[in-house]
């Protein structure tokens, strides 16, 4: 079978490369019809509600006293009856002004200083549990989780209106950017949860599968929150988690294109620590729901397999293949073309050039495709930055190789992000 392998071409190391390019253009085309679906459909459009719903705003918040005022102000600058929205923020173990802040902005906050279990999720399960002890279980609606860094667009909680009205338990929106121009680190991420909204949750929401929630800027109903009495997903990725858990017990998650802001670390440093924690937090989830999202693959929930895709290692693999044929040439090289001949050398270093060409490649299309059929969302003064952004944007995505390698053997630990861009809708926008 070697020897017919090798008279057709079809060595043993060709047929690794060959085995893994079918199994990742298989794999991942699905994304690719998400993509041409974003672009010839454009943006969703959600039907008018029949009813105004009540809201309440989760905000967990660590030593923000800088940035939260300008959040619960864009909440209570919305185009919908304040009578209809409340605001909470969990000021978690803070050691600056932040509850200060909210409380004089309109929020209720609640402290708490509980340093063995800090972080996100912590906080909003003592944010949850509080509001449904002391408002009943059924005073609201819907809940929206937000971070102290974000900003909402005039029409957020009417639009996310639309989209709780038709029925759906769990919703995402469209995230943007605060701070485009920072550096090219915050542009990558900007581009990033662009083509996230518009060319995946977009296009899902378009073919009726399942969405993913990101971050913050997203609505749980309490529903779910009654249920758990608070909230029940404590790993590095708590929104991913949930996530996971929604695709695989079919509870589809929509999308509006409600616009909210972010704020977006400026410095690789930063950039690092907090993908670090995400891919750690992926592993998490992948390990502790794999076999759930299998199950689900089983019953034809096309999410639960849309969500296996985005949690997989993917790039263990690209390390795999370039760590076989690299070692497929140096045991070829010391055996003299013995047991590797000279052109399968050469075919196995093109391979591994090849590999990461490919993913630079294919980063730069994906944000050439965002920075056009998104600019009018770009907000930015450097214009400048649009076009060397297309060539940035790769190395970023590339960077997340050595990421991957080392979250998977280093023991990581939620650290806070610090938000320094005390920033108003009207200065993202350039109407202040």
Request: proline share 2%.
């Amino acid at each position: 079978m070697l020897f017919q392998f090798t008279q057709t071409g079809l060595t043993p190391i060709v047929l690794f490369n060959l085995i893994l390019m079918i199994f990742f253009s298989l794999a991942f085309f699905y994304q690719i019809v998400f993509l041409l679906v974003g672009l010839r459909r454009g943006e969703v459009r959600l039907p008018e509600a029949k009813r105004l719903h009540r809201f309440a705003f989760m905000i967990a918040a660590h030593n923000e006293e800088l940035v939260i005022g300008e959040l619960i102000r864009s909440i209570a600058d919305q185009d919908y009856p304040s009578a209809l929205i409340d605001v909470f923020v969990v000021a978690d173990a803070c050691t600056d002004a932040t509850a200060r802040v909210a409380r004089e902005a309109g929020a209720t906050v609640y402290e708490r200083d509980d340093l063995a279990r800090r972080g996100k999720s912590w906080a909003l399960d003592m944010g949850f549990d509080r509001v449904l002890n002391e408002k009943g279980d059924d005073h609201y609606d819907a809940f929206f989780v937000f971070d102290a860094d974000n900003l909402l667009s005039k029409d957020y909680v009417s639009q996310m209106n639309r989209l709780f009205d038709l029925g759906y338990l769990v919703g995402t929106s469209y995230r943007n950017s605060k701070n485009f121009d920072s550096s090219w680190i915050s542009s990558a991420y900007t581009t990033w949860f662009m083509r996230e909204a518009r060319f995946l949750n977009n296009s899902r929401m378009m073919l009726r599968t399942g969405c993913a929630i990101s971050g913050s800027g997203w609505m749980v109903s309490s529903r779910i929150i009654r249920a758990m009495h608070g909230w029940d997903f404590h790993t590095l990725t708590e929104d991913i988690q949930f996530s996971t858990f929604c695709a695989a017990n079919n509870v589809r998650i929509g999308y509006a294109p409600a616009v909210f802001y972010d704020e977006q670390p400026v410095t690789f440093k930063a950039s690092w620590v907090q993908r670090m924690r995400w891919t750690k937090g992926f592993y998490q989830v992948f390990f502790s729901y794999g076999l759930d999202l299998f199950k689900g693959m089983g019953q034809g929930i096309f999410s639960s397999y849309d969500m296996l895709m985005t949690i997989a290692p993917g790039m263990i693999l690209t390390l795999l293949s370039a760590l076989v044929n690299g070692i497929y040439v140096v045991v070829g090289y010391l055996s003299h073309g013995f047991l590797a001949t000279q052109a399968e050398m050469s075919m196995a270093v093109g391979a591994i050039v090849m590999s990461f060409a490919s993913i630079y490649i294919v980063f730069f299309i994906l944000a050439l495709i965002t920075t056009v059929s998104e600019r009018r969302q770009i907000h930015t003064r450097q214009r400048w930055r649009l076009f060397t952004n297309l060539f940035t944007f790769p190395v970023f995505e590339l960077s997340y190789v050595p990421i991957t390698v080392v979250a998977l053997f280093k023991k990581v630990e939620w650290v806070p992000t610090k938000h320094e861009f005390a920033l108003s809708v009207e200065d993202v926008l350039g109407e202040g």
